[in-house]
């Protein structure tokens, strides 16, 4: 079961501010979630290798070629502020 | 220093690989080049871009792993990292976790942990319109840096002192060079540690409590962070208190150590397997490849110096781990006469004399060439110089270049090998001063000096040091 605490947790390192009535919901749908991941956790699975992919595939690799990159112009075209040749953040260190 | 404490001290570095592209896209690598120039909807983390990753990356990470004795993983999958920071644009890092590519390992007995793969952050310039440093309130993000393949190697908590830790850093960094897989230099960047230090009561196994020290962008930093923090941990527990779990930055101007902010809560990173990016499955060939393209270690080379050469094992230890110093003193070698036996001779001018001139400059890039070298260590070996009209040519050579045997004909450095002449010499210093030659008769030996140095002066340093003592003894009757 999920409380809601750990509901709070996940959405500040999420960067989510979620209302009082939305961490209400989240501890129902992440709590039913996690029920699910509980039965399935009930299977005999020793021995058997986690699917981390739904194809059996390795070695999809490229050449170390370049390839052209943006200008920067293209490359700050979508940020939200630009300064001095980058992209303008708040600092973190501030 | 009480004895009560043992300090345990662990790296994680990380190596800028020096592949021609980043470690999941095409984009150039260019230290220096002009910012937000080398990106891409990749390693700008725009929605829909697909990671794929570089295969020579790979190569030179199982270079390294192999180079090091770790235990290469048949198999291993990349995974996010995830945190929120301005220089990482997807909110996660693409790294490695639970299946490294290598495990395991060792260099000059201290054990690796682990070596993985993954991708660099962007450039952060905290520079505000003020111009401050810190608490500017405005940064400025050049992804250019961003997803360029790193190695990170984890050591185990086996190395006692700071200055092991910076003296073992460099062997690894000698390795990494010779393995031509990384530009590892510190100050740009290219190699990179943090240190986890801790005390525990000496001979106890359970570590204490560890802070990690970060920006230490120097092998001079690192050791002097490393002892300072020692030296804090020290004093807060005989105090009494208790050491925070904190990660530390050091301040190598002031020597302080201060407390940066955390980048996530609780390191709470939320692993999970990269779903775009398919798993490594490292293959025999290649496995063969990256076996064919390591060549000889510093180790190794050590070795076969301290063998072949009959030099010292700390002496062949410091031309092969440097080798800049280990090529030059070879090329040297070669060029001096079959058999002629100067090795040893050869190995003390290049660390001696040579490094104190040039420092850390690469001896090939100066106008000493190898076979100057071996020319003048002939002359010395042959008595037609001494160790002190050498130093001159080697002075000349530096700045000049040219063959000694020149230098020696135009400068007239050659050793008085006519002893009557050097006899002369030492007679007319006698009749110079004979309350001096008194004192030496009468048994004071120091008095010697008062008469060795006249000679010096006016054979200007040719004459043998030893020659002229024993010159003057002979004349003198004692």
């Not at chain 1, 039965?39 to 194809?55: F, K």
């Not at chain 2, 792993?65 to 220089?87: I, M, Q």
């Not at chain 2, 079959?338 to 001696?352: K, P, T």
């Amino acid at each position: 079961m999920i409380d809601r605490d750990t509901v709070l947790h996940v959405a500040r390192l999420a960067r989510l501010e979620l209302t009082d009535g939305e961490v209400e919901r989240m501890v129902g749908e992440l709590g039913g979630v996690l029920e699910h991941i509980e039965t399935i956790a009930q299977l005999d699975l020793d021995g058997v290798p986690p699917t981390t992919h739904v194809v059996e595939v390795a070695n999809a690799l490229r050449e170390d070629e370049p390839r052209a990159s943006l200008s920067r112009q293209q490359a700050l075209a979508g940020a939200p502020a630009v300064a001095d040749e980058g992209f303008a953040v708040p600092s973190p260190q501030a | 220093m009480t004895p009560d404490f043992e300090p345990v001290i662990g790296l994680e570095i990380h190596v800028q690989l020096k592949t021609r592209t980043k470690m999941f896209c095409g984009c150039e690598l260019s230290f220096g080049a002009p910012p937000n120039t080398l990106t891409c909807p990749v390693c700008l983390g725009l929605p829909g871009a697909l990671p794929v990753a570089n295969a020579r990356a790979i190569h030179f990470a199982l270079m390294i792993g192999l180079a090091l004795g770790c235990e290469l993983a048949d198999h291993s999958v990349f995974h996010r990292k995830n945190y929120f920071y301005p220089d990482l644009p997807k909110g996660y890092q693409i790294s490695q976790y639970d299946e490294p590519l290598c495990r395991g390992g060792e260099l000059a007995g201290v054990r690796l942990h682990r070596v993985h793969l993954e991708e660099d952050a962007a450039k952060l310039i905290h520079l505000g319109a003020s111009g401050r440093i810190h608490g500017s309130e405005q940064s400025i993000v050049d992804f250019n840096r961003g997803g360029t393949p790193l190695v990170e190697i984890v050591t185990e908590p086996e190395l006692r002192s700071g200055e092991h830790a910076r003296e073992w850093l460099s062997l690894l960094r000698a390795t990494l060079r010779s393995l031509g897989v990384s530009d590892v230099n510190m100050e740009e960047g290219s190699l990179r540690a943090d240190a986890n230090v801790s005390l525990r009561p000496a001979g106890s196994t359970p570590l204490g409590t560890k802070t990690e020290l970060k920006n230490m962008n120097s092998f001079r930093f690192l050791e002097r962070g490393v002892t300072a923090e020692i030296e804090r941990q020290r004093a807060i527990i005989e105090g009494g208190g208790e050491v925070a779990q904190e990660t530390l930055h050091f301040d190598p101007a002031s020597g302080a150590l201060t407390t940066l902010r955390s980048k996530e809560e609780a390191h709470d990173y939320r692993y999970f397997p990269e779903p775009d990016l398919v798993p490594i499955a490292t293959t025999a060939e290649m496995l063969e490849q990256a076996r064919a393209a390591i060549g000889e270690l510093p180790a190794a080379r050590a070795v076969r110096f301290e063998r072949d050469f009959g030099l010292s094992a700390e002496m062949a230890h410091l031309l092969a781990f440097r080798s800049d110093l280990g090529d030059y003193f070879e090329a040297a070698n070669a060029a001096s006469a079959a058999d002629s036996g100067h090795a040893q001779q050869l190995a003390n001018w290049v660390s001696g004399q040579l490094v104190a001139r040039i420092g850390e400059q690469d001896p090939a890039t100066s106008n000493v060439t190898p076979a100057a070298l071996a020319t003048l260590v002939e002359l010395v070996s042959a008595r037609e110089l001494t160790n002190g009209t050498a130093r001159e040519v080697l002075d000349v050579l530096l700045q000049s270049g040219g063959d000694p045997r020149a230098i020696v004909a135009e400068r007239g450095l050659a050793s008085l090998s006519d002893d009557s002449e050097l006899a002369a010499i030492v007679a007319a210093a006698i009749a110079a001063d004979p309350d001096a030659a008194a004192k030496v008769r009468a048994g004071n030996a120091k008095a010697i000096a008062a008469l060795i140095g006249p000679v010096m002066r006016e054979t200007r340093g040719r004459a043998d040091g030893s020659e002229v003592t024993k010159l003057i003894r002979e004349q003198l009757g004692v």
